[in-house]
């Protein structure tokens, strides 16, 4: 990652040939470099031209111009890096665009690192860090709700939710040293009653906002759910129906499955991290006893189990014992009947003690809407406006809000017991702290390194 002061340029459009791809260029020098590889049409100097104006040009490499260009200047701070930026279009070819940025990067500017305009963003106070966090996930959204969950009007939101409730905890504060530093003067403008109103209204918003991280885990980084059940009752078949393709193979004989395998699936509006898994029996096999024990691995990690019984089939003793067995994990279980299309064979009382039983068909795909509803139904609050409310979405996030959360509930005790005020006072630094933390006012490096690390060179 370039240091903040250097000029820095990449390829923002993916990789392959295309009809148009964007080269952009962030920092101090960003117009004069620009200038020294594209020449106007109109033969005014580049530097001239006023901001998010297009331009036609000519891009010149070796003395010589190899494309024709546009080429719009955003000027500091009013760009997306807080820095003079130009961005070109040029012709999409592959080798093309390849040497637009050679010609860029011989006149002074440097590689690009992966998300190194977003993170400039930030660094000049463009961007907070939960909606640098949100671009990155936009960027890999796998599904609308995603995309809601992440686009311009929720991170801006949770933002402005955040910023609000670190500006309380600083007002706070501050009334709280007044009365600390200056006990006979009675500068504070608050009353010990109105500033514990004040403690305990933050202290909720707080936990209405926590609240909300059930349904953003959900929805983006997604529910960890195995398949599992029996051999041969169609775990494989529903993997393949959910995935809408053939990842698993699927056989006639029983113990086809013998590791686990694993994919990422939208379910409506949830995301799931789904994983089909060897059949649960006693093996004889060293390899299906790997496969076994990976599975019991998998099922103890997850947050929802999906299993499956071969509904053509009255249930044995063994599935008795395994469905035994499920009660005992403490996480929710949705159980599977699959092949309902074909004459059922387990009655239904037989099942009475597990909440959620659903008819299923891997070979026609019945009753995969109504899990769908199900699974949205367990995991997210359906009263929540996705892309409109304020809406945790990462463990990052929820980890930061609660440590903020739990300073506050020390501080909202001590002030309440009626200890010295200077005792609330450094819990209550320690949750505005908290708070810095979670929009990047003050943040770990390492942390930032972290989230700019999944992002694409060019964003």
Known sequence: MNKIGTTVAAI????????VALIRVSGPEAIEI???????????????????????????????????????LFRAPHSYTGEDTAEISCHGGILLTKTVLTALLAAGAEQAGPGEFTRRALLSGRL??????????????????????????????????????????????????????YPDED?????????????????DRMQMLRKTYRTGHAINEGI???????????????????????????????????DVLSTTLPLGS??????DTAGLREASDPVEQIGVSRSRARIEECELLLAVLDASQPLSDEDRAWLEELKGYGKPVILLLNKSDLPRAIQ??????????????AAT???????????????????????????????????????????????????????????????????????????????????????????????
């Open 224 to 258: 960890p759910t195995v398949l599992c059940g029996r051999p041969n009752v169609g775990k494989s078949s529903l993997y393949n129906r959910l995935a809408g393709e053939e990842l698993a193979i699927v056989t006639e004989l029983a113990g086809t499955t013998r």
């Open 34 to 72: 620009v200038s020294r590889c594209v020449v106007l049409r109109s033969g005014k100097p580049l530097c001239s031209l006023p901001a998010r104006q297009a331009a036609y040009g000519d891009v010149i490499f070796e003395g010589a111009p190899i494309d024709d260009v546009i080429v719009t």
């Open 365 to 459: 795909g019945e009753g995969l809407d109504t899990l769908t509803a199900l699974v949205e139904q367990l995991f997210t609050d359906e009263t929540l406006r996705v892309g409109e409310e304020a809406i945790l979405s990462s463990a990052r996030q929820y980890a930061a809000l609660s440590r903020a959360q739990e300073h506050l509930a020390t501080s909202l005790s001590a002030f309440s017991a009626g200890l010295p005020a200077d005792a609330a006072a450094s819990d209550l630094e320690l949750a505005l702290g908290a708070m810095a933390e979670l929009d990047g006012r003050a943040v770990n490096e390492e942390i930032i390194a972290d989230i700019f690390k999944r992002f694409c060179v060019g964003k």
């Open 187 to 203: 500068l504070a403008d608050l009353t010990d009653e109105e500033i514990i109103g004040h403690l305990t209204a933050i202290f």
């Open 348 to 361: 239904p009382d037989a099942l009475s003690t597990f909440p959620h039983v659903l008819p299923v068909s």
């Open 128 to 181: 907070s860090l939960t909606e640098a966090e949100a671009i990155g996930c936009l960027l890999e959204a796998g599904s609308t709700a995603q995309i809601r969950l992440s686009a311009a009007p929720a991170r801006t939101e949770l933002a402005r939710a955040l910023g609000e409730l670190h500006d309380r905890l600083l007002s706070l504060l501050s009334t709280l040293y007044a009365k600390i530093d």
């Open 270 to 275: 949830v995301m799931l991290r789904l994983f």
């Open 12 to 19: 923002s459009t993916p990789p392959g040939k295309g009809g």
